[in-house]
C-alpha cells in the first residue's frame, strides 16, 4: 500500500484547512487509517484515527472538537478536515494506514506510511 498526503499550506490562525491522503496498491477499505504529525524538535504524535467500517474514530485532546477524519472508500482517500486552526497545529502532517480493522494510537501499530504534507499556521 503506497499512501501519499497531500492539501497542506500556510493558513491563518482560526482557518480551515482539508488535507487528504489517496492510497493506492492495495484494498483500502480492509485498512485501519491514522494521521500524524510531527512538529520542528517534537517526537511524532497522534491525531486522529478511523476504523475499517467507518463506524469508530478516535482523536487526541489537542484536536478534538476542531478537527475530524473521514474517509471515501470508493475513492481510496482519506481526510482530515481541520477548523480552528492555532499556531500550535504547525507540523508536517502524514497518514498511516494498518491492516486491521480496528483503530490505534500509537504509531508503531501501523505498517504503511505516506510523505507529509506541511501545514503551516502563522499570522
Known amino acids: 500500500v503506497q499512501l501519499q498526503a497531500s492539501g497542506g499550506g500556510l493558513v491563518r490562525p482560526g482557518d480551515s484547512l482539508r488535507i487528504s491522503c489517496a492510497a493506492s496498491?492495495?484494498?483500502?477499505?480492509?485498512?485501519?487509517l491514522g494521521w500524524f504529525r510531527q512538529a520542528p524538535g517534537k517526537e511524532r504524535e497522534f491525531v486522529a484515527a478511523?476504523?475499517?467500517?467507518?463506524?469508530?474514530?478516535f482523536y487526541s485532546d489537542s484536536v478534538k472538537d476542531r478537527f475530524s477524519i473521514s474517509r471515501d472508500n470508493a475513492r481510496n482517500t482519506a481526510y482530515l478536515q481541520m477548523t480552528g486552526l492555532k499556531l500550535e497545529d504547525t507540523a508536517v502532517y502524514y497518514c498511516?494506514?494498518?491492516?486491521?480493522?480496528?483503530?490505534?494510537?500509537?504509531?508503531?501499530?501501523?505498517?504503511?506510511w505516506g510523505r507529509g504534507t506541511q501545514v503551516t499556521v502563522s499570522s
Open positions: 498511516a494506514a494498518r491492516d486491521s480493522p480496528t483503530l490505534a494510537v500509537i504509531a508503531g501499530l501501523y505498517y504503511y
Open positions: 478511523i476504523s475499517r467500517s467507518d463506524d469508530s474514530t
Open positions: 496498491g492495495g484494498t483500502f477499505a480492509g485498512l485501519g
